[in-house]
């Protein structure tokens, strides 16, 4: 059945305002939800939508609040502690459910075979990934492997000037005490720290493998079963990244990701209207088969948190109108591989 009635949980944290702000651009009346009471009628007030206020800790009491819900929009990071409850309630509660993390463990769970198959028999889409830089990274990996169907590899990338919001600079944090990922022979395993030279759009850059969740989406949407991802980085970046890599066993401390985590709530606020209205991202992928060619694939969009605000909201619109598939699945495979090129601010995808 089309979607009805929506949520958009995490409303007042930095990208969940923005998606609230851009729902009610296009005339739609999502419910604004969160654990904290002031804050989360503060931002339904601002906008002038109903909101209900429930934590995370009981499943049970999170499939009640979604009773009335078609769907779910979660922003509430980090997705490491908040994705698995919250998607259960989903399927308790039978509301599709979506998210805007970037992280490979939350991508692993939610493709998994157990969560497949509870979504299908719950009738719901679970889509996690539906922000930047996942949905066109996603959209180029499909455009890739469409192209190339006997590809090996893949590898994806963006260069872009990005202000982080206090969520994202969370987990880069927590990304920090576990080395870094990549997909080889179909499995997320732990990779060398590997460096490349890279033309995103905007000249070569020098840049370096990171963990992000395309490692996992790409998979998914593809098949291709080796993927690395890379970001341009300065050498002075390189060089704290490569001893932040030896001292995984400090950064993995409890004690220390919480005394962080409270620096960035208190210091890190995310990048302004203004900001994001002067940065574009060009976004990269490439794919190779065993006889060494290659398929390079390369995009612009607007800022990786204007996207972020962008994409759920087409996604619950087209959903309005139109049924989809139950079960796992990626923003590529539901939304067709144009879906990026389709918001605004973003250019077609082109392949050399």
């Keep these: 059945m089309p ?18 702000e851009r729902a009610k651009q296009q005339g739609l009346t999502p419910i604004l939800a969160g654990r904290d009471p002031e804050k989360t009628r503060a931002v339904a007030e601002e906008f002038g939508l109903e909101y209900r206020v429930f934590d995370l800790r009981d499943m049970h009491r999170i499939a009640h609040n979604l009773l009335d819900i078609d769907a779910v929009v979660h922003c509430a990071g980090p997705f490491s502690a908040t994705s698995v409850p919250m998607l259960g309630g989903c399927i ?5 459910y979506f998210d805007i993390t970037g992280e490979i463990a939350v991508f692993e769970h939610a493709h998994s075979p157990r969560v497949n198959a509870a979504a299908r028999a719950a009738g719901i889409v679970v889509c996690p990934g539906v922000g930047f830089d996942v949905v066109p990274t996603d959209c180029i990996a499909k455009t890739l492997a469409d192209a190339m169907p006997a590809a090996l590899t893949l590898a994806l990338g963006f260069h872009g000037s ?11 944090i927590e990304s920090l005490g576990h080395g870094t ?21 905007r000249g070569v850059r020098r840049s370096m493998c990171v963990s992000w969740g395309d490692v996992s989406t790409a998979y998914f949407t593809t098949g291709i079963e080796n993927i690395t991802v890379y970001w341009p980085a300065s050498d002075s970046t390189i060089r704290k990244l490569r001893f932040a ?37 060009h976004v990269w992928g490439e794919v190779s088969d065993r006889s060494g060619q290659t398929v390079t694939a390369r995009m612009t969009t607007a800022n990786g948190y ?18 989809a598939e139950a079960g796992s699945t990626t923003p590529a495979l539901l939304m067709g591989r144009e879906f990026a090129s389709r918001l605004p601010g973003s250019s077609d995808i082109s392949l050399s």
């Design 3 to 20: 979607i009805q009635s929506w949520m958009i949980y995490g409303a007042y944290g930095y990208s969940g305002r923005l998606i609230a």
């Design 92 to 96: 308790a509660g039978k509301a599709h």
């Design 162 to 172: 990005m202000h982080l919001s206090p969520g994202t600079a969370k987990t880069v």
């Design 181 to 201: 990922m990549g997909r080889r022979d179909g499995r997320v395993v732990e990779i060398p720290f590997e460096i490349r030279e890279i033309d995103f759009g």
């Design 245 to 281: 890599w030896l001292a995984r066993p400090l950064l993995r401390q409890a004690w220390l990701q919480r005394r962080i985590k409270r620096e960035i709530d208190r210091k890190v606020k995310g990048p302004s209207t203004e900001q994001r209205q002067q940065q574009s991202v």
């Design 306 to 323: 204007t996207v972020t605000q962008l994409a759920p909201v087409a996604i619950v619109e087209h959903l309005m109108l139109h049924d």
